[in-house]
């Protein structure tokens, strides 16, 4: 059986990754390119006697080998020569799209057209005359809506080497290959060259369309009148806060947290109680029992009550984000931040952020320069990613029933504000200069399948599983080791190597509300990973363990821990957790985006400070104005 190599290209947001996952189905994987952390799509498809691979390639704007995704791009089908490509085009934003595919037909790589999105350019008043856009071009154009499969059918059967870019001769293609070639061999200034060729690209766009893209100029789409409200100068904002609180109402109110009770109760009783009835029934020596009940079910248990929570943040924020809600607030933000100076590309990997901290210091290469990158990278962290959550979900259910949406975001809405104030701070110190300029395409508005969110979701979310049968688990057993024994053997928790430890760190935040050597220890472990922070507490203070109602779990806490934490240090750790040093995993990867010890240092030297003075304000602050010690 033959194998033919497939490669999806096209502008980000053009529905490439739905006709993908479309094309392969479940005979899909993700892993890295070589030598970077930016995925790679494969997947298989088969048709009759022929076997496609299909590779998707990251969404780029051009090929100018500018940003790593570009120089992916073109690295992939320079070198590895695929044996046609499919160029995703948005049919309605044609003129933009189709640049990269000038770029394409210029590097002479076997390329069929494919003009999805058609119902939303319809909606904005396109009419295309396909036959003679593939005249005009000298390939196969075809169309579809990916989202209801629509012209799939048609994709499938041009994958035919036989017909790729062969539909035609172009005499305006071969004309616009010739000015090229001329425009190169003029001998003026690169810069110049670059110009000369950029505008030959977008006349040669022009002259395509000219016959074959009749626009109606009269049509107003749903679109354009719902961006007129969505991205108000002033209502843009309290919207996005609005979206936010909607998003954590469903998480914490209306479907996260009774999935997590129920499975909090499942842990605590049912399943903790058929394993210390088995461990008895067995005969197991008394400090394995304790191993595994208070250990390994207290820490990974305490942890996994939360994994509701963490896939329904994600499945709303997915479901967001292909709706193209999410472009529209990195538009909004961009106004916000080029008014205190800051380049507006920096919100981009900043919402990322919210996600996981990692990529979003990754994303920080897309800014245009090394200012903008390096003050990208310091700020990043602050953006509040999924494995604070559980920190936030506990403290919240305890201290704060009824309000942990209101708690929550609050959280995220003061990430963000520190993050912008820090850049304010970084441009004016450590990086003074001026902000790259910011273009910025707003995809069109749609609903994403369904398949396409499950997936995103998944892999956003599978990250935390990982971790909490990896990581949390060795942590888990380590925490409960040194919490049972000392260097005589094994102790009271109180007189135990942690409690040695713990007694350390908690002295700095005696005048935070919460000085305790328990809490000390949770705030180390956070810096290996934040979900850890959690887990540390469900070994030490038996959260596990609670009951479901938040009312009588917080009775039960206070009376496991006395006084430990009160709603205003609660929440003075919790914004502590938001705020301070960033995870192993994000400064691992700040080192490698920056190159330089003496920046990695800084990165996790300073959110610490700042945690401390923030949080020591709030829990004084707080104190001050009467809300209690």
Known sequence: MSVLTVALTGNPNTGKSTIFNALTGARQHIGNWPGVTVDKKVGQMSRGDKQFTIID?????????????????????????????????????????????????????PVVVNLNMMDEAEAKGYRFNLGQLGKNLGVTVISSVATSKNGLQQLIDSLEPSIIGKSSESPLLSTHLNNIETIKKSGKDQDVIEEEIIEARYDFVNKVLADALVINEGVTSWQDQLDNVLTHRWLGIPIFIAVLYAIFEVTFTWIGQPVSDLLDGFIAETFTGWVAGFLAAAGTAEWLQSLVIDGIIGGVGGVL????????????????????????????????????????????????????????????????????????????????????????????????????????????????????MMGIVFKSTLFKGESEPFLMELPPYRIPTLKTVLIQTWEKGKGFL?????????MSVLIWFLSSYNFSGPAEMDESLLAAVGSVIGPLFTFHGFGT??????????????????????????????????????????????????????????????????????????????GSWKWTLF?????????????????????LLGFGG
């Open 517 to 594: 050597w328990e809490a000390g220890v949770a705030v180390l472990t956070g810096i290996l990973a934040k979900e850890a922070v959690v887990s540390t507490l469900g070994v030490l203070y038996g959260v596990a363990e609670l009951a479901e109602e938040a009312v009588e779990a917080a009775t039960q806490l206070q009376s496991s821990i006395g006084a430990a934490f009160t709603g205003l240090s609660a929440y003075a750790f919790m914004v502590f957790t938001l705020l301070y040093t960033p995870c192993m995993a994000v400064i691992g990867t700040v080192k490698k985006e920056l």
């Open 305 to 420: 009550v939360f994994v509701p929570l963490i896939f329904v943040l994600f499945l709303l924020i997915s479901f967001l984000d292909g709706t193209g809600y999410m472009a529209r607030v990195a538009f909004i933000m961009d106004r916000a931040m080029r008014r205190v100076g800051l380049s507006g590309k920096a919100i981009l990997p900043m919402l990322i952020g919210f996600g996981c901290s990692v990529p979003a210091v990754m994303g920080a290469r897309a800014m245009d320069s090394e200012r903008d990158r390096k003050i990208t990278v310091l700020i990043a962290p602050f953006m509040s990613c999924g494995a604070r959550l559980p920190v936030y979900a506990l403290f919240a259910a305890l201290f704060f029933p009824g309000s942990e949406s209101k708690v929550v975001l609050s959280l995220y809405l003061l990430g963000i504000a520190i993050a912008i």
């Open 57 to 109: 390639l990251p969404g780029t704007y051009s090929l100018s080998a500018y940003s790593i995704e570009e120089k992916i791009v073109k690295d992939y089908l320079t070198q590895e020569k695929p044996d046609m490509v499919v160029n995703v085009v948005d049919a309605s934003n044609i003129e933009r799209n189709l640049y990269l595919t000038v770029q394409l037909l210029e590097m002479g790589v």
């Open 466 to 474: 990982v971790k909490a049968g990896t990581i949390i688990f060795s």
């Open 603 to 623: 990165a996790a030297i300073y959110p610490f400070v700042l945690a401390w003075l923030v949080s020591l304000v709030i829990y004084q602050g707080g104190r």
